[in-house]
């Protein structure tokens, strides 16, 4: 009897995956518990064991496909005696499901092609119309193309700019479209559709629609940019970003914190550490980074304001027992955010360990859906870029995320006098459902405390 190989869930949330690698070919013998693939999910690349023992009969789907659905047949194996010819056969009505993956592969070289048949499908469509509204390809509401100069003087002119026919670059108006309009003494109609009779004023604005994708390559001289298809990382980063600035309230608080005492603590802690032998010679234990000290001066604070340290769902408030702390790694083609576990109890050594451990495989995309998913906050640091201070996005379900810019050296002012010290700026975005203001500046109140109280972390 064929034992069918589907395409595994690999995350809770994965619907498709990219099958990156057969470890197999036709013709090989396997067991249960042996590496038969790479699946490539929106975060990781991971293998893929065998779980019955047979021959390969068949490779369904191959190598380098992409969006290929959970439960999709990838693979036919032989039991044990059986034809492996016979075996593929038998499998045979199961295969078209499988290809139709297949179909979904080319989805991300459906740019490259998206413009061509849009423009094609555009012009029966302007030939039907009246040619002033859609001369532009405008009509309804659509974005208007002009020149800054051509909207100035037709809104001098009381002229419609939509109704313009344009003869620039992609049908743009330009400064002669609208004078003509104006000699011409057409497309003056607009003023009289934007109060209409009986509205108390004008008719609101219909709401800004994204670009399209044609609309947007129109802008750009042909053959002057590449399409790149977007993978299922990015593609994921985006989804999930529009989900947190659309559906969470943001809002944002800033404190500087004084990083003298803490980096005079960093280098006695670095200088005590002890060696340890390995194939490259004796290195110390650890090494500790001003961020291992951020993630744990973020748990500290979380436990020490235990309302800020929760979760909102529309039914309850989910009020978490430890800090488990994200830190956004950046990784070629975007970004993830493995989780420092209970963060609040580990040893400054255990979270700097860790941390390089998780960067590590993240950059090689190693990482275990548990080691990523999940978390009760996260800490975002481009410090090491430069960068004074800036706002990160929420990543739900977290309530509240800590942006962390650079230390520098800054003129401050204590008792009168102005002294130089070392000063970091951090933002803490939050969600305002789950934390409200006050409670906000409580836990960014107390990670201050911590970062410039530093002893206060080792006991």
Same mark, same amino acid.
């Given at each position: ?8 869930? !690999? ?12 470890? %197999? ?5 396997? &067991? ?13 690349? +991971? ?11 068949? !490779? ?7 969006? %290929? ?14 034809? $492996? ?20 592969? #080319?989805?991300? @070289?459906?740019?490259?092609?998206? #413009?061509?048949?849009?423009? $094609? ?25 002009? =020149? ?5 003087? $037709? ?5 419609? %700019? ?16 609208? @004078? ?11 003023? $009289? ?14 709401? #800004? ?9 129109? !802008? ?25 600035? &659309? ?21 006695? !802690?670095?200088? /005590? ?15 500790? &980074? ?7 001066? +973020?748990?500290?604070?979380?436990? /020490? ?43 400054? =050594? ?29 800490? =975002? ?17 977290? /309530? ?10 800054? /003129? ?12 970091? =700026? ?23 405390? +911590? ?5 206060? +972390?080792?006991?």
């Amino acid at each position: 009897m064929p034992i069918n190989i589907t395409m595994p869930a !690999l995350s809770p949330t994965m619907e498709e995956g990219n099958l990156s690698k057969w470890l %197999v070919k036709e013709g090989d013998k396997v &067991s249960p518990g042996d590496v038969i693939a790479e699946i490539e999910t929106d975060k990781a690349t +991971m293998e893929v064991e065998a779980v019955d023992e047979g021959t390969v009969a068949k !490779l369904v789907v191959p190598a380098g496909t992409e969006g %290929v659905k959970v439960n999709a047949l990838i693979a036919i194996l032989a039991g044990e005696g059986e034809d $492996a010819g016979a075996a593929a056969k038998a499998g045979g009505d199961a295969a078209p499901k499988a290809e139709a993956p297949k179909a979904d592969a #080319p989805k991300a @070289e459906a740019p490259k092609e998206a #413009p061509k048949p849009a423009a $094609a499908a555009a012009a029966p469509a302007a030939a039907k119309a009246e040619p002033a509204p859609v001369a532009n390809g405008h009509a309804g509401g659509e974005r208007v193309f002009a =020149s800054p100069l051509a909207r100035r003087i $037709a809104k001098d002119a009381g002229v419609d %700019v939509s109704a313009v026919t344009g003869t620039g670059p992609h049908g743009r108006v330009v400064k002669a479209d609208v @004078e003509a309009a104006i000699s011409s003494g057409g497309a003056k109609a607009a003023p $009289a559709a934007k109060a209409p009779a009986g509205a108390p004023g004008a008719t609101p604005a219909p709401a #800004p629609k994204p670009m399209s994708d044609d609309q947007v390559l129109k !802008l750009f001289a042909e053959g002057s940019y590449e399409l790149v298809p977007h993978d299922n990382m990015r593609k994921t980063i985006a989804r999930r970003l529009v989900e947190a600035k &659309s559906t969470v309230p943001h809002f944002y608080l800033t404190l500087d914190c004084e990083l003298d005492a803490l980096l005079a603590l960093r280098t006695q !802690l670095n200088a /005590a550490a002890p060696m340890r032998k390995t194939d490259k010679g004796e290195v110390p234990a650890y090494k500790l &980074s001003v961020n291992d000290m951020v993630i744990k001066a +973020m748990a500290m604070a979380l436990m /020490a304001v235990p309302d800020a340290n929760a979760s909102w769902t529309d039914s309850a408030m989910v009020k978490h027992k430890h800090a488990d702390v994200g830190v956004a790694v950046s990784i070629p083609g975007g970004l993830i955010t493995p989780i420092i576990r209970h963060a609040d109890e580990k040893t400054l =050594s255990v979270i700097s360990n860790e941390m390089k451990d998780l960067a590590s495989r993240a950059r090689s995309r190693k990482l275990k859906p548990e080691e990523y998913q999940g978390g009760t906050t996260a800490v =975002s640091n481009l410090g090491m870029f430069g960068i004074k201070d800036f706002a990160a996005v929420i990543n739900p379900p977290h /309530a509240t995320i800590l942006a962390v810019g650079a230390g520098e050296e800054r /003129a401050v002012v204590k008792k009168g006098e102005i002294k130089i010290a070392t000063v970091m =700026s951090v933002t803490l975005s939050t969600d305002h459902r789950a934390v409200d203001g006050a409670l906000g500046a409580e836990l960014l109140g107390a990670f201050k405390r +911590m970062i410039e109280n530093p002893m206060g +972390m080792l006991v």
